[in-house]
């Protein structure tokens, strides 16, 4: 593992960054009603980051197609934007990040479309919680175990379930760096548990499920859904390790 330690002047420059993905997330707000295809959403954020003088940060990476991921009622992660109308009733998890000067943001919302059922509304809360409880634990010296085991205790004794297959992770220069940052506690977690020490930039992602946490990936090799095909919310917020706490990045 090799864990890339950040200046104050390199963590300004991810707060600019930070700011991008924030102001694209209160757009996607601002979009996501009954009627609207993914893929207008979408294009409306790839404009707003141009607009903005950033880079997109996912469109191209792997081959990735577009500039978020939509994912919508049992879809967890990686969902592909296009012809898809959302109707009243639906959940859209929108991730989304950008690179401004070499430096990258990224986060994730989950939205209600028009009205939605109770039971949608308290997975919705419940993963919004989840990411804010993770956030007030991020300090110099707290484990990483620390963090995914308080998530997975709060999702768990709402009686939802938590997705193992995908993490949070270090970021900086890149996406994804390490430390990954589980969002639950394992023999494997313990192992590779790391302490947060000031520099470290993490994204905490968790992503939760109103079923089972196992997962399918659709024939598209990207679009990653709930197997019992339940649904699933996900938050993220890019976060710094400072001296006496936490300064949370990617917030409005």
């Known amino acids: ?12 420059l991810m707060r600019e960054a930070g700011r991008a993905v924030a ?7 601002t979009l996501v009603k009954p009627g ?10 790839a404009a707003y980051f141009q607009e903005r003088g950033c880079q997109p940060l996912f469109k191209g990476y792997k081959g990735y197609p577009a500039t978020i991921c939509a994912s919508v009622n049992e879809e967890i992660v990686h969902g592909i934007p296009g012809p898809r109308v959302l109707k009243e009733g639906d959940i859209i998890g929108i991730d989304l990040g950008a690179k401004w000067k070499g430096y990258c943001g990224d986060a994730a919302r989950t939205y209600a479309v028009g009205a939605i059922a109770p039971k949608a509304a308290r997975l919705v809360h419940a993963a919004r919680e989840s990411l804010d409880l993770a956030i007030r634990l991020v300090g110099p010296g707290v484990r990483l175990t620390q963090i995914g085991g308080a998530i997975q205790q709060y999702a768990e004794s709402l009686g939802y379930s938590v997705v193992r297959q995908f993490t949070g992770h270090g970021i900086g220069t890149a996406m994804h760096e390490d430390p990954q940052v589980p969002n639950y506690v394992d023999s494997t977690t313990r192992r590779s548990d790391v302490v947060l020490k000031p520099g470290m930039v993490i994204a905490i992602e968790p992503m939760l499920n109103e079923g089972t946490y196992e997962t399918e990936t659709l ?8 197997r019992d095909r339940k649904l699933s919310a996900h938050f993220e917020h890019t976060v710094a390790v400072t001296t006496d706490g936490r300064d949370v990045l990617t917030k409005r």
């Open 1 to 12: 593992m090799s864990i890339i330690y950040k200046s104050p002047r390199e963590i300004d």
């Open 219 to 226: 024939k598209d090799r990207w679009t990653v859904v709930t």
């Open 23 to 29: 102001g694209a997330l209160d757009l996607a707000e």
């Open 36 to 45: 609207i295809t993914t893929g207008e959403i979408d294009a409306a954020i």
